[in-house]
């Protein structure tokens, strides 16, 4: 059978009104600041803290994807359509989508085929301006640390060559991951080396994320490190008198979006780091809101469960003081192929004996999450080049191990195809749910807490330490960072830091090459092996596939 594309089922639908979505989360329509008929934000007013303690929190994960991703989105879409369906009143919080994959590889992040969030465009595009307001404080304060150097009666006298801080733009360009600024003469500033990172890098957007409302938003944004004086004193955006103007910029973006599913079912979405250089979920007020308002909210993190997951549990649940009910991790038979050698052009080839050698990764995995002491469903999201056997052979194996497995058609079907897996997903809610933990202390020490995630979430034998990762660490250790948490900056491909390393590899070294500080954030930031925060578009950009009428109408986007 052939199916619309995902645009095309997207624009086929007939929204409702934003304000009578907001009717089933009893929001009142004065509530709402709309953007249009179809997005609203809404107000920090509508967090509830005795609310968030008592509803039901699922996070969606997957195993190790491949380049494709595979379709974590649409299956929190999915299972939450599935929930409502079954008479549970549910919310999906997802993360707002870059512009970077959406014009690069990947394409957008609004879900896919009948588990979508509508306007699909919209979202996938600028949407409501929250990551223009990231990017422009973000470039603010980059253009208030140039203005100080240069200035006369006002210096700090930062030494340039320990500014940490980078500029931001929202697009995959590798051009500018090194460039040369203040060139041209005095009139255009002290040159110095400088350079880009995509937004969803920016340690604005990591604080968007972490801060509980304005005021702690303006005080993490004062905390950013930038570099030292000449006589090596540290130097935070609060001594340039940042803070206060980045939150000007970001008041309206501190607040959560509400859009609606295909079926009508409410959406938060709001925030946007990638998981293998950021910490890969949405804000802590988003999912806080979705609490406040929904007996169930379905949340997602970014890539396998090794990077947006482990981020999850370790950094945001910690924080927030959340309790993840149930993690249910995301598995395709075109992976677990992947992951048993099979070659891409292979990919939607049965082969029984490659998805045996690949289910190693999803095993992992599970035993992963079972560490945070949360039980996993696995959700198979369903392929027409899946065969019967090589779903049965996943489902009876996690069935020996104690986990359920679910086929998951919300691609096909909507919330009619994800009505098992939101049944099995209440059952452990209401029946087998414990109290999560998280895998570490953020008192303990940054490498103690480094070499936990590597070997017990990793799989890895040994952690190794550039001169630079040790001159990063004498450096945390003096400025009294040592206990923040990590967020580890690592390949999506491989539990190791090497991408070719498929399946589960053991035995195995990571290199951390160097360690940033995201003091705002609360987190330092170890890269390991060959990561970049400024990503390239691929040799054929999905920008060149998308077309827009006289009408406005857009095709080609994904």
């Known amino acids: 059978m052939t199916y619309p594309s995902d645009i095309a089922i997207a624009q086929a639908k007939k929204l409702q009104h934003i304000k009578d979505i907001a009717k089933k989360l009893n929001v009142h329509e004065d509530d709402l600041e709309m953007y249009g008929k179809y997005k609203a934000k809404l107000p920090l007013s509508l967090i509830d803290d005795q609310k968030v303690s008592k509803n039901n929190l699922v996070l969606v994960t997957a195993l190790t994807p491949t380049p494709a991703g595979e379709g974590k989105t649409t299956v929190s879409i999915g299972l939450t359509e599935g929930l409502n369906k079954i008479g549970k009143q549910a919310t999906v919080v997802l993360r707002e989508p870059s512009l970077g994959p959406v014009f ?38 980059s253009a208030l640390i140039d203005n100080n150097i240069q200035s006369k009666t006002n210096n700090l006298n930062i030494d340039s060559r320990t500014i940490l801080w980078k500029r931001v733009i929202d697009m995959n360009d590798r051009a500018l991951r090194d460039i040369t600024i203040g060139l041209g003469g005095t009139a255009n500033g002290v040159p110095r080396q400088d350079g880009f ?54 008041k309206d973006a501190i607040k959560p979006n ?16 990638f998981a293998n250089i950021a910490q890969g979920t949405n804000t802590i007020i988003a999912t806080k809101m979705g609490l406040s308002l929904s007996n ?65 990764n999803l095993e992992k995995h599970i035993e992963n999450i079972r560490k945070f002491n949360i039980e996993p469903v696995v959700a198979i999201n369903s392929f027409a080049s899946d065969s019967e056997e090589e779903v049965n052979f996943v489902i009876k194996k996690c069935t020996s191990l104690g986990v359920n497995a679910v086929l998951s058609e919300g691609w096909t079907k909507g919330g009619e195809g994800t009505k098992q ?10 029946n087998k749910a414990t109290k999560y933990k998280p895998l570490y202390d953020w008192k303990s020490p940054i490498k103690e807490k480094i070499e936990i995630i590597a070997k017990e979430i990793y799989g890895a034998a040994k952690v190794e330490y550039s001169k630079q990762a040790q001159l990063n660490l004498r450096r945390i250790d003096r400025l009294g960072f040592n ?24 035995g195995f070294t990571v290199t951390v090459r160097e360690i940033e500080i995201a003091s705002g954030a609360q987190f330092v930031i170890p890269i390991l092996g060959k990561m970049m925060r400024m990503p390239g578009l691929p040799s054929i950009p999905a920008s060149e596939n998308m077309t827009i009428d006289n009408n406005g109408v857009i095709s080609g986007l994904s």
């Open 421 to 430: 897996l939101a049944e099995v997903v209440v059952d452990i809610v209401e």
């Open 296 to 360: 169930y909210v379905v949340t997602e993190a970014g890539f396998g469960a090794d990077l947006g997951a482990e981020k999850f549990l370790n950094i945001k649940s910690q924080f927030a003081n959340l309790n993840p009910k149930c993690v249910v991790l995301v598995a395709t038979i075109r992976a677990l192929r992947h992951h048993g050698g099979a070659l891409k052009e292979d990919y939607n080839t049965p082969d029984l004996e490659k998805v045996t050698e690949g289910f190693k």
């Open 483 to 506: 206990d923040f948490a990590v967020c580890m900056a690592k390949t999506q491909k491989s539990f190791s830091d090497n991408d070719t390393l498929i399946g589960r590899p053991e």
């Open 258 to 273: 509400l859009v609606q599913t295909l079926e009508e079912n409410p959406a938060i979405i709001h925030g946007g780091p």
């Open 104 to 141: 690069g590889i990947k394409g957008g992040a609004a879900g896919g085929g009948y588990s979508q969030v509508v306007p699909m465009e919209d979202i996938n595009l600028h949407f409501t301006g929250d990551f223009n307001a990231v990017e422009k404080a973000n470039n603010l304060l």
């Open 197 to 250: 990172n995509i937004t969803p890098a920016s340690e604005v957007m990591a604080i968007l994320c972490m801060a509980s409302d304005l005021e702690n938003l303006k005080k993490r944004l004062g905390a950013i490190f930038i570099g030292f004086t000449f006589d090596r004193k540290p130097i935070f955006a609060r001594d340039l008198k940042a803070e206060n103007a980045m939150a000007i910029l970001l």
